[in-house]
């Protein structure tokens, strides 16, 4: 197949004058140059587009692929994840990954702890700071835990997100507000151990890769997968490689996690992260349909390392999953074109 390429490249938004924090999410060249080689040894042509205004112009000029591999997250707005999906729509033009109406809901966490809890998952109570003035309504119990609504890379994540009393979560929100502008998540926290399930494939052919273990160093910050341990995860973070077969707990993450992916129609590969509480129950905590695929920094590719699977193998298996869309786009571009 001839495969495009769609992404946002950290190293370009920083030279148009946007800070280390706007761009944590984005890509570095090095894992454009992995992506393509594996899917060249796969045995496919690659495109290398860009972002999403690149990849208008390419369409505006009559530009087509096969499938588009989309990594790009976007820049602005809680619908962010699901633009280059959407434009893609637009033209008939199949991606990997999931569409738009999944990208936009499961980047926004309180919108998407409804649906999950709707399905009857657990998950962590919880309620959405819209403005300073709705940090006096938040009913719940300390401690308590606060990120911003719509970021990923742990993004507003930092010691101080596990809040103890009244102030600090006024404090809190208020500086998130601000820094974020958009809500701020407020959750019960947490006590028990924290699991990130992969998963690969669509539909009932979606299968449980594994299951890591998030365990914090000496020296890391505490109480969460932060921002800075994020970004720091070679030294301060463990990853653990846990197994079902032997840990109930584990068990009950992979079942949960793979009834999450159903309930929110996810597509090909990704994440979904999981912390257990004081009964140690598995709770939902949120999904990561667009996750990272730096082979030796991102978690998926480190869990897919750990049970054996290659890097290549790993692509080829989210191109496989794609590849029944390829159809059914060339089938809706044949009929668009009339128009």
């Not at 706007?22 to 040894?41: K, Q, Y």
């Not at 309620?127 to 609504?149: G, M, Q, R, Y």
């Not at 507000?177 to 992969?198: D, I, M, N, P």
């Not at 990853?239 to 929110?264: K, N, P, S, T």
Request: proline share 4%; net charge negative.
């Amino acid at each position: 197949m001839r495969i495009g390429l769609t992404y946002d490249l950290r190293q370009d938004y920083l030279a148009a004058g946007f800070s280390e924090d706007e761009t944590a999410e984005f890509d570095r060249p090095d894992t454009i140059e992995h992506l393509e080689n594996a899917l060249r040894r796969l045995g496919h042509t690659t495109d290398r587009i860009g972002h999403a205004r690149q990849l208008v112009a390419r369409l505006a000029q009559g530009d087509d692929w096969d499938l588009v591999f989309n990594i790009a997250e976007g820049l602005s707005g809680v619908a962010r994840e699901a633009q280059v999906p959407a434009i893609l729509d637009v033209y008939g033009v199949a991606c990997t990954f999931s569409d738009p109406l999944v990208m936009a809901l499961t980047l926004h966490k309180g919108l998407t702890k409804t649906v999950v809890a709707a399905g009857g998952v657990a998950t962590p109570e919880f309620a959405v700071v819209e403005s300073a003035a709705d940090v006096a309504k938040v009913n719940l119990p300390f401690p308590l835990f606060a990120k911003p609504i719509a970021e990923g890379t742990g993004k507003g994540i930092s010691p101080v997100s596990k809040i103890h009393d009244a102030a600090a979560l006024r404090s809190v929100c208020e500086s998130l507000l601000s820094a974020y502008q958009q809500a701020v998540l407020v959750e019960t926290y947490l006590l028990g151990r924290e699991f990130t399930v992969g998963i690969t494939g669509t539909d009932e052919a979606a299968s449980v890769l594994g299951t890591l273990e998030i365990v914090l160093r000496a020296g890391a910050e505490s109480h969460a997968y932060s921002y800075v341990n994020k970004e720091r995860c070679e030294e301060l973070v463990e990853y653990r490689l846990v197994h079902a077969r032997d840990d109930d707990q584990v068990r009950a993450a992979e079942e949960v996690a793979l009834r999450v992916w159903r309930i929110l129609d996810c597509r090909d590969a990704g994440r979904v992260d999981l912390r257990c509480d004081a009964a140690g129950r598995p709770n939902f905590m949120e999904v990561n349909p667009l996750a990272g695929l730096h082979p030796e920094h991102s978690d998926l590719p480190i869990l897919a390392a750990k049970v054996g699977m290659p890097y290549v193998d790993l692509i080829g298996r989210i191109v496989e999953s794609a590849a029944p869309r390829v159809e059914e786009s060339k089938r809706s571009k044949a009929r668009r074109f009339k128009i």
